[in-house]
Structure formats: structure tokens, C-alpha cells
């Protein structure tokens, strides 16, 4: 057992969601990986988030990023655990009044020039979509292929994958 823990290509540190996804890489590319985690998988910022696979726009750089990130997920969906609880809800930004409106019409274009549909909705459709929200709002735009999961399992289900792929999970 000892000589197994002796010497390893890569450390990766904390059984986040990023920890978690790095030595499912690292492990699936043939490196001897050792996973340190102090408490549990998703102890950390993983267990609190709301798993919105979203892309967003604030840079180019987050756009290409955010819609790779999304692009890695889709491709993994078939292989996702139900405990995963993947699902492709879509996103709504709602816009409050009709300068906000012009915001969605702004989005709606810098999402089709990187091959993102969406679709622009006025106050009527969106409070068929959602008829919870208040009546006074102006719109909102639609954008069906984001997703949301639950980062705790996501996490784990790299993990296992990089474990049975051989890399060890050390706690504590
Ligand atoms: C309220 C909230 C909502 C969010 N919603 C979203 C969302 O909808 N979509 C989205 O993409 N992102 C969201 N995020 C952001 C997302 O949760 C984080 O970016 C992500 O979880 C960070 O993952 P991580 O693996 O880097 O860090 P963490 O999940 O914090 O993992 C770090 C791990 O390292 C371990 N650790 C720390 N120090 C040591 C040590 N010395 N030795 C061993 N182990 C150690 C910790 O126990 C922990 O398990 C949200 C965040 C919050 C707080």
C-alpha cells in the first residue's frame, strides 16, 4: 500500500469541481494521480453553487470559455449518473423595462455569432414561460441550451472516473 502512495505524476489538491475535473484529465491521459482532500468532495465553494451551466458574455474571453465549458458538459451528459441530476432547463435574462430590452437584443446577436440560438421574448410570452414573475416586466430572452446539474455528485462522478482510471483519492 505504502509503495502505491509513494510517487505520483501529478497532486492535485481539493475535491472541487475543478479538482475534481483536472484529475479526471490528468488520470484519463495515463498519469499516476493522487487527489488530497481535507474533508469531503464538494466541501467547498462546489457544495454551495447552483450548478448553472451558463454562458456568459461579460468578455470574449468568458463567452469562449463559458460556451467550451458548456460544449465539454453536453458531450458528458449521456455518461452523467441520475444523482447528477443534469438537465437542460435553459435560461430566461429578464429585462425589467425597454433599455433593458435593448440589452436582450445585444445578447441575442453576440450569442448567434458564436452558433448559440436564443430567442427574444416579449412581456406576453415570457409570463407564459414563467407566470410567476411580476406583470409590469418588459421581456427577457431565451436561451434554451443552458443546463444545470448538481456540482456535489458532478464532482464525485470525476472523481470516481478518475479514480477507476487510477488515480487514488487521499483524506484528510
Ligand atoms: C452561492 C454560489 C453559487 C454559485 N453558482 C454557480 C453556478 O451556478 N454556476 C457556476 O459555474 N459556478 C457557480 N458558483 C461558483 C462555483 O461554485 C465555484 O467556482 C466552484 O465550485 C469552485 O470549485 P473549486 O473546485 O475551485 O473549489 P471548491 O469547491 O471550494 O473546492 C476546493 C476543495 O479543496 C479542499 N481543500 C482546501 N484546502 C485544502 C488543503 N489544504 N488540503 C486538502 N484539501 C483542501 C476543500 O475542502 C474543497 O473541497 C457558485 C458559487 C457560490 C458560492
Known sequence: MKQEHDSFDAVVIGAGIVGAACADVLAGNGLHVAIVEEKCIGAGA??????????????????????????????????????VEYE???TIWIAADEEEMEEVF?????YATCGIQSKVLGRTALLVKEPELRTSLAGGLLVASDSILYPPTA???LVDRACAAGAVLLHG
Open 155 to 157: 464532482a464525485k462522478f
Open 46 to 83: 462546489t457544495g454551495a453553487g447552483m450548478g448553472h451551466i451558463v454562458v456568459m458574455d461579460d468578455s470574449p474571453a468568458q463567452l469562449a470559455l463559458t460556451r467550451y465549458s458548456q460544449l465539454l458538459w453536453e458531450q458528458l451528459k449521456s455518461e452523467l449518473p441520475d444523482s
Open 88 to 90: 437542460e432547463t435553459g
Open 106 to 110: 445585444r445578447k441575442r446577436d453576440v
